[in-house]
């Protein structure tokens, strides 16, 4: 009974997905012997948590229940004043009998001290239910907080015999229009996109979310001498775009210049300045370059592959698909891979 009610709790959280961000995906379930009385998740960044809106469900017939009921909650509830009041004193003043989590919450605000609050409160705590999964719901939170960078999500397309370009880079369309749509959903989920020199002049592309709705991304583009053409549809300044250079940090319109060191590793110093500008997750769409040296330096957390049915004979070879299959299934005519590491 207990997983039941704690597997709702986290599809409530995932309602939150793509809205919420820097904020973990949180959900909440009332129930009171069996029954559940109230539901509600974290729906907006900077709006009430998902315990408040749990508690605020509950049907003035039933309030009188809560000092008998539990709580289920995906993450510790919250001990700090942020831009919401803490959901330790809700509970507590609400007189909440049991609370139960999945995840501490490793945000140094909360830090177990959410749990320590409704212990002194009397209110039974217990957490570390459904442990892994509340770590995969908010595998982009636990990243940002843990490893101090972003999630990386490593995404390309390539042909049946392993070629993601022509030859000399020369663009050409390899997956099919479905996987094309789900790559914008893609974009809508995560806080920023990324792409190298080469595919930015070469595919000139928007990198913006257009084939379903959703909001923009951040646009991120490397550009080390800053040679890339001002006409390209980046610089725009339809969207915020970060360009890490080795010249100057700057700023106009939309457009945000970063310097960092060319005697330095590149990829730490980028994530760590993404780390700064509380981005927790990155779609790195390309190209082979970009994507390889990720991959070399250890530094993705998954690859998305679409391997197409077409064959190209000669052309720029794919990444070696790695680490631990997650799925493979058919998106229109393509097989998309799901690796994690
Ligand atoms: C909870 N329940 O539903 C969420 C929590 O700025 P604030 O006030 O929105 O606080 C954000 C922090 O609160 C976030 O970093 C995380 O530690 C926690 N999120 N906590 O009890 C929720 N979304
Ligand atoms: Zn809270």
Not at 27 to 54: F, L, P, T
Not at 175 to 192: F, K, M, P, Q, T
Request: net charge neutral.
């Amino acid at each position: 009974m207990m997983n039941l009610f704690m597997e709702r709790a986290l599809e409530l959280a995932t309602l939150g997905r793509g809205h919420v961000s820097p904020n973990p995906l949180v959900g909440c379930v009332i129930e009171h012997n069996g029954r559940i009385i109230g539901e509600g998740w974290h729906q907006r960044y900077g709006e009430a948590h998902a315990e408040r809106n749990a508690i605020f469900s509950v049907r003035p017939d039933d309030a009188y229940l809560l000092p008998e009921s539990t709580a289920y909650v995906t993450l510790e509830p919250c001990s700090h004043y942020g831009k919401q009041p803490p959901c330790a004193n809700l509970l507590i003043e609400k007189q909440i009998k049991r609370v139960i989590c999945c995840n501490d919450d490793p945000n140094p605000l909360v830090g177990g001290q959410g749990f320590a609050k409704l212990r002194a409160a009397g209110i039974a705590v217990e957490t570390g239910v459904l442990v892994g999964k509340g770590r995969e719901l908010n595998a982009r939170f636990f990243t940002f907080m843990e490893q101090h960078r972003p999630y990386i999500v490593l995404k390309w397309a390539e042909t049946a015999d392993g070629f993601i370009a022509g030859p000399y880079g020369k663009p050409v369309t390899i997956s099919g229009d479905l996987s094309h749509r789900l790559v914008h959903r893609w974009r809508s989920e995560e806080d920023a996109i990324m792409v190298g020199t080469h595919t930015a002049s070469t595919d000139n592309p928007r990198l913006n979310v257009r084939l379903v709705p959703g909001r923009n991304p951040l646009r991120i583009v490397i550009d080390k001498q800053l040679k890339l053409s001002k006409d390209l549809h980046l610089f725009d300044n339809a969207q915020p775009t970060l360009v890490y250079n080795f010249l100057k940090t700057d700023l106009t319109g939309e457009t945000t210049y970063c310097r960092l060191n060319a005697d330095e590793p590149l990829l730490p110093q980028l994530l760590t300045d993404l780390y700064t500008r509380r981005i927790q997750s990155v779609l790195v769409e390309g190209g082979t370059t970009l994507l390889q040296s990720f991959i070399d330096a250890g530094l993705w957390d998954e690859m998305r592959v679409f391997r197409s049915r077409t064959m190209l004979q000669a052309g720029v070879k794919a990444p070696v698909v790695q680490g631990n299959l997650v799925r493979s299934e058919l998106v229109g005519d393509d097989e998309l891979i799901t690796c994690k590491k």
